[in-house]
């Protein structure tokens, strides 16, 4: 048997290994990128070479020059980053793709929601060849359990929303929900720098975000249940200005003002609620609440909105906590039981 002197995830990515102290322990790259490593190898497999080694464009049968990719990848940030999900750091996301260590399925995948919009014909004309073969490059490492997994498989999800198949997005959702409860996330790693913690807590409740919604729309069951235990994301801008390396461990107990995505959570997480209370009073029979508990879960709604960050600036965050834990009640001036 055959020691590899690099692991699986660095010769993918072409970047040189440096091995842990201890036998088995993760590389320091991987360990940093919160990566599953892999340092025992067989017979040197015949993994794909990478479809974005650093330095060069893209090799298919049209080649995408390296200023497009970048300028997908802009796009990207700028349309759909923070708003479906928020998965990544956007200085983080860039320095790996100019480096060639993004993984090619979600690298491909980046640039296929992106590709659409793109200002030149032949680039726009790819986005679903840029698709499908994001779809092969997961399947190839689907049993690799790590954080570009997880982002992976969200994004060819989201794929597969916009190409109208609801079946593989809500199986390439629920591979993300699995992988995700398999890492424990948002568990942060001894190694983890401040960008990648927040990463693992954006991610967690991206996937939670999305099960709220999805769930609802395939009448499904979720698989990512409501938690407090978990901080919510800090503020963006806050976010944005870290730099790699910094170790600011936020402390559980100690209050802190949510960003945008903090309150959307707060939202969905009422929204939740008062899913759950329409299906169980559809099932039972039960017959709708007084109005005057109507308009209390409409203030309750209105809460956020009012209290929300404006241009993320600090803004105290007093009674939120309520909504937490508060009873949800159908809406003002709609009918979840109407009759015949």
Same mark, same amino acid.
């Given at each position: 048997?055959?020691?590899?002197?690099? *692991?699986?995830?660095?010769?993918?990515?072409?970047?040189?290994?440096?091995?842990?102290?201890?036998?088995?322990?993760?590389?320091?790259?991987?360990?940093?990128?919160?990566?599953? *490593?892999?340092?025992?190898?067989?017979?040197?497999?015949?993994?794909?070479?990478?479809?974005?080694?650093? +330095?060069?464009?893209?090799?298919?049968?049209?080649?995408?020059?390296?200023?497009?990719?970048?300028?997908?990848?802009?796009?990207?940030?700028?349309?759909?980053?923070?708003?479906?999900?928020?998965?990544?750091?956007?200085?983080?996301?860039?320095?790996?793709?100019?480096?060639?260590?993004?993984?090619?399925?979600?690298?491909?995948?980046?640039?296929?929601?992106?590709?659409?919009?793109?200002?030149?014909?032949?680039?726009?004309?790819?986005?679903?060849?840029?698709?499908?073969?994001?779809?092969?490059?997961?399947?190839?490492?689907?049993?690799?359990?790590?954080?570009?997994?997880?982002?992976?498989?969200?994004?060819?999800?989201?794929?597969?929303?916009?190409?109208?198949?609801?079946?593989?997005?809500?199986?390439?959702?629920?591979?993300?929900?699995?992988?995700?409860?398999?890492?424990?996330?948002?568990?942060?790693?001894?190694?983890?720098?401040?960008?990648?913690?927040?990463?693992?807590?954006?991610?967690?409740?991206?996937?939670?975000?999305?099960?709220?919604?999805?769930?609802?729309?395939?009448?499904?069951?979720?698989?990512?249940?409501?938690?407090?235990?978990?901080?919510?994301?800090?503020?963006?801008?806050?976010?944005?200005?870290?730099?790699?390396?910094?170790?600011?461990?936020?402390?559980?107990?100690?209050?802190?003002?949510? +960003?945008?995505?903090?309150?959307?959570?707060?939202?969905?997480?009422?929204?939740?609620?008062?899913?759950?209370?329409?299906?169980?009073?559809?099932?039972?029979?039960?017959?709708?609440?007084?109005?005057?508990?109507?308009?209390?879960?409409?203030?309750?709604?209105?809460?956020? *909105?009012?209290?929300?960050?404006?241009?993320?600036?600090?803004?105290?965050?007093? +009674?939120?906590?309520?909504?937490?834990?508060?009873?949800?009640?159908?809406?003002?001036?709609?009918?979840?039981?109407?009759?015949?």
């Amino acid at each position: 048997m055959k020691v590899a002197k690099s *692991c699986r995830q660095c010769r993918l990515a072409k970047r040189r290994c440096t091995p842990g102290t201890l036998p088995r322990l993760a590389c320091t790259l991987c360990a940093q990128k919160g990566l599953e *490593c892999s340092f025992l190898a067989t017979k040197a497999p015949n993994y794909p070479k990478s479809i974005f080694p650093a +330095g060069t464009a893209l090799k298919h049968s049209a080649e995408l020059r390296d200023e497009v990719r970048d300028q997908l990848v802009d796009l990207y940030l700028k349309f759909i980053h923070d708003k479906p999900h928020t998965l990544f750091h956007p200085t983080n996301l860039k320095s790996r793709v100019q480096a060639g260590s993004l993984p090619d399925a979600t690298l491909l995948s980046v640039l296929a929601l992106e590709a659409r919009f793109s200002d030149e014909r032949n680039v726009r004309e790819r986005a679903k060849d840029f698709f499908h073969k994001a779809k092969e490059s997961f399947k190839r490492t689907l049993d690799d359990v790590t954080l570009d997994n997880v982002h992976a498989a969200t994004l060819i999800g989201n794929l597969c929303g916009v190409e109208g198949d609801s079946k593989g997005e809500s199986l390439f959702f629920g591979i993300s929900f699995r992988m995700a409860q398999i890492l424990r996330l948002p568990g942060a790693s001894p190694q983890d720098d401040t960008i990648m913690r927040e990463i693992k807590t954006r991610t967690y409740w991206s996937l939670y975000m999305i099960d709220q919604w999805s769930s609802a729309g395939l009448d499904m069951p979720r698989q990512i249940f409501e938690t407090s235990q978990h901080p919510l994301p800090m503020l963006e801008l806050e976010f944005w200005k870290l730099r790699p390396g910094e170790q600011h461990v936020r402390n559980m107990g100690q209050s802190h003002s949510p +960003g945008l995505w903090g309150y959307m959570i707060i939202l969905a997480r009422i929204f939740g609620r008062r899913a759950n209370s329409h299906i169980s009073a559809g099932a039972r029979g039960i017959h709708p609440q007084p109005s005057h508990q109507r308009e209390a879960l409409a203030r309750k709604l209105r809460a956020p *909105c009012q209290a929300g960050p404006r241009s993320n600036v600090r803004r105290p965050t007093s +009674g939120l906590s309520s909504l937490f834990n508060s009873p949800i009640l159908p809406l003002p001036g709609l009918n979840p039981y109407p009759g015949p």
